[in-house]
């Protein structure tokens, strides 16, 4: 089983950038496919974003990211990225990574289990 913790998260005004980190521990990495998610206060935990278990792999993107964030993976250094440019106000929100599998038309995290996040803030 891997253990994840993301990293990265921090104040920024609306129109900047942040890459989140989701460093993960165990050989077994490069066999999950991979995903972020975010709750954003008073709100429930939706799906970010998604890639193939292999580096360079598909990725999938819900419709209010799309065009501004990128996900990717490194599996030798274990880790995944989320890169977020262009951010908006309503991208404030802790941020976790899992390992998913697919959902329907979207992707659930496998183990329904999560991290502690980090938080990102945009102000307006």
């Known amino acids: 089983q891997v253990q994840l913790v993301e990293s990265g998260g921090g104040l920024v005004q609306a129109g900047g950038n942040l890459r989140l980190s989701c460093a993960a521990s165990g050989r077994t990495f490069s066999t999950y496919a991979m995903g972020w998610f975010r709750q954003a206060p008073g709100k429930e935990r939706e799906f970010v974003a998604a890639?193939?278990?292999?580096?360079?792999?598909?990725?999938y993107y819900a419709d209010s990211v799309k065009g501004r964030f990128t996900i990717s993976r490194d599996n030798a250094k274990s880790t995944m990225y989320l890169q977020m440019n262009s951010l908006k106000p309503e991208d404030t929100a802790v941020y976790y990574c899992a390992t998913v599998v697919r959902s329907g038309d979207s992707w659930r995290n496998a183990l329904d289990a999560w991290g502690q996040g980090t938080l990102v803030t945009i102000s307006s």
């Open positions: 890639i193939s278990f292999w580096s360079g792999g598909t990725t």
